[in-house]
C-alpha cells in the first residue's frame, strides 16, 4: 500500500499490525514515506474473503490534506510470480468528530476554537457576579475531553472541585473544577460538544472587595482520543469592550470598581426658625443606579 505519506511515524520493519486471523502476521515493513508491506502468513487469504488490517500511525503535527493510496500485490507462484496491478483505494468521504471527510485516511486538522467569548454580569466591587461563556470548536470534543479557561484572577471565590456551573444541553454538566488562582476546568459529559455549535456555560463568582483591571483570560483544550489525546492549544478569550452600568468595558470580565458619588451638595432655602425650608441635593455617581436602588442621607437633624 503506497501514498500514505504525511506521518510521524519512523520506518520499520516490525511495525506491529492486527489482521484477520493473523492471514498478515502480526508485523510489517512500514517506511515514512508512506509505504507499507504485508506478508501473508503460513495460510494463504481465500478468495473473495475480506481480510481486515489495522496499523497505528502517528498523525502529522500540522494541517494536511487526506492521502490517495494505491495498494499492489506480489502473489507467490513458482519461478515467475504473478501480480495484482495497482489501483487506488476507496475511502469513505464522511464525517468524522465533525470534521468533513475526516475519515478519509491520513487527512489531518489543527483543531480550533472558532468562537470563545466571555462577558460579567456586574463590575460591582463585592457582589456576585455572572460570567457567561460561549465556546465554539471546528471539531467535536469527545466525552470527558476538557476545557481549560485560564486568568480569570481577582475572585473571592475559594477553591472548589464541585463548582456549580450551567451549560447548554449540560453539556459540561452542572459542575467544574475552580481554582481561586483564576482556573476554571470543564468536563465533557457523556454527548460530545458537536463542531460549529455555540455551547454557552455560566459560572457565578464572588467580585474582588477592590477596584481591579478587568482579567485577560486564555482558553485551551484537552481532546480525548484514544491513547494520544489531541489538543486545541492556547488562545486569548474575546471580550466585549462594552458598557455595564455606566462603566467603561464593564462587561470585559472581572473588571471591578468601587462605586462612589462624584458629586454630591447640599443646601437650604431658609435659615430662618419655624419657616418651611426647601432642601435642594445633588448627587452624581460614577455608576448608573438601577430601578429599586437606594440612596440613603443621614445626619439631617433639628428638624
Not at 506521518?7 to 520499520?12: G, L, M, V, Y
Not at 504473478?82 to 470534521?99: F, N, Q, R
Not at 469527545?142 to 444541553?169: E, F, K, P, R, Y
Request: glycine letters at 10%; charged letters at 10%.
Amino acid at each position: 500500500i503506497a501514498g500514505l505519506t504525511g506521518t510521524q511515524t519512523a520506518t520499520s520493519g516490525t511495525q506491529a499490525i492486527t489482521s484477520t486471523d493473523s492471514l498478515y502476521g502480526t508485523q510489517a515493513s512500514w517506511d515514512i514515506v508512506g509505504t507499507l508491506i504485508l506478508t501473508v502468513g503460513g495460510t494463504a487469504t481465500t478468495a473473495g474473503t475480506p481480510v481486515v488490517v489495522t496499523i497505528e500511525l502517528d498523525n502529522s503535527a500540522t494541517a494536511q490534506a487526506a492521502a490517495t493510496p494505491t495498494v499492489n500485490a506480489t502473489l507467490e507462484a513458482g519461478d515467475v510470480d504473478g501480480a495484482i496491478s495497482s489501483t487506488s483505494m476507496t475511502v469513505p468521504d464522511s464525517v468524522l468528530l465533525g470534521v468533513a471527510n475526516g475519515k478519509n485516511p491520513l487527512l489531518t486538522v489543527v483543531p480550533t476554537f472558532t468562537a470563545e467569548s466571555i462577558e460579567q454580569s456586574s463590575p460591582l466591587n463585592g457582589v456576585k457576579n455572572t460570567l457567561n461563556i460561549t465556546l465554539t470548536s471546528d471539531v467535536d470534543l469527545a466525552a470527558t475531553s476538557t476545557v481549560t479557561i485560564a486568568g480569570l484572577t481577582g475572585t473571592q471565590t475559594a477553591t472548589s472541585g464541585t463548582q456549580a456551573i450551567t451549560s447548554t444541553d449540560s453539556l459540561y454538566g452542572t459542575q467544574a473544577s475552580w481554582d481561586i488562582v483564576g482556573t476554571l476546568i470543564l468536563t465533557v459529559g457523556g454527548t460530545a460538544t458537536t463542531a460549529g455549535t455555540p455551547v454557552v456555560v455560566t459560572i457565578e463568582l464572588d467580585n474582588s472587595a477592590t477596584a481591579q483591571a478587568a482579567a485577560t483570560p486564555t482558553v485551551n483544550a484537552t481532546l480525548e482520543a484514544g491513547d494520544v489525546d489531541g489538543a486545541i492549544s492556547s488562545t486569548s478569550m474575546t471580550v466585549p469592550d462594552s458598557v455595564l452600568l455606566g462603566v467603561a468595558n464593564g462587561k470585559n470580565p472581572l473588571l471591578t470598581v468601587v462605586p462612589t458619588f462624584t458629586a454630591e451638595s447640599i443646601e437650604q432655602s431658609s435659615p430662618l426658625n419655624g419657616v418651611k425650608n426647601t432642601l435642594n441635593i445633588t448627587l452624581t455617581s460614577d455608576v448608573d443606579l438601577a430601578a429599586t436602588s437606594t440612596v440613603t442621607i443621614a445626619g439631617l437633624t433639628g428638624t
